[in-house]
T-cell receptor, first 121, second 109 residues
Framework: GAVVSQHPSRVICKSGTSVKIECRSL??????MFWYRQFPKQSLMLMAT?????????EQGVEKDKFLINHASLTLSTLTVTSAHPEDSSFYIC?????????????????FGEGSWLTVV | EDQVTQSPEALRLQEGESSSLNCSYT??????LFWYRQDPGKGPEFLFT???AGEEKEKERLKATLTKKESFLHITAPKPEDSATYLC??????????FGTGTRLKVLA
């Protein structure tokens, strides 16, 4: 079964509003989570690395004031898209990494959520 | 420059026609190479992790191998349900996962 869960799977919001996407680690406490954006037929674009209890590290070109990431607990990270615009419409995916190596998880492997489709109208 | 390149970009196979997908990398200090399967509109699903040259992992019709410069994902006697995009990623350092652009596989019945 899934070890990382994302919610909502699909969301439509009006331009100018904010929307929050949740990423939950179900099977382990994840000190590190990652947020990606994916355009059609393209690979994953890392947006930020989120460490529990500290500020997220954003990739170059990603507006941290627009894409707010909060990793308040070891099982939950949230991505809030503020003042959303149609160009923010995309597929957003999170991933989490188990804190230790060993069964049933492969060390250093990151596990992905199901993804969230955001449409800004 | 650290880079992960996957080939081919797209592949069409007849059911039962075995083939291999390639993932080549130019990354120093490799700390793991990962294969994922991604279905349309879904998040990637973990398949394999490889750590050192010569290592092999198998799961059903899939087998992943690793050399010092590349990894192969061999698909034996594929079925239509194996149709998906296969992503390769490498880990450099503690947190830097570098993804390839994927191979879109279509298996025809």
């Amino acid at each position: 079964g899934a070890v990382v869960s994302q919610h909502p799977s699909r969301v439509i919001c009006k331009s100018g509003t904010s929307v929050k996407i949740e990423c939950r680690s179900l099977d382990f406490q994840a000190t590190t989570m990652f947020w990606y954006r994916q355009f059609p037929k393209q690979s994953l674009m890392l947006m930020a690395t989120s460490n529990e209890g500290s500020k997220a590290t954003y990739e170059q070109g990603v507006e941290k004031d627009k894409f707010l990431i909060n990793h308040a607990s070891l099982t939950l990270s949230t991505l809030t898209v503020t003042s959303a615009h149609p160009e923010d419409s995309s597929f957003y995916i999170c991933s989490a990494r188990p804190p230790r190596q060993g069964p049933p998880y492969s060390g250093n492997t990151i596990y992905f959520g199901e993804g969230s489709w955001l449409t800004v109208v | 420059e650290d880079q992960v390149t996957q080939s081919p970009e797209a592949l069409r196979l007849q059911e039962g026609e075995s083939s291999s997908l390639n993932c080549s990398y130019t990354v120093s200090g490799l700390r793991g190479l990962f294969w994922y399967r991604q279905d349309p509109g879904k998040g990637p699903e973990f398949l394999f992790t490889l750590y050192s040259a010569g290592e092999e992992k198998e799961k059903e019709r899939l087998k992943a191998t690793l050399t010092k410069k590349e990894s192969f994902l061999h698909i034996t006697a594929p079925k239509p349900e194996d149709s998906a995009t296969y992503l390769c990623a490498v880990l450099k350092g503690t947190y830097k996962y570098i993804f390839g652009t994927g191979t879109r596989l279509k298996v025809l019945a």
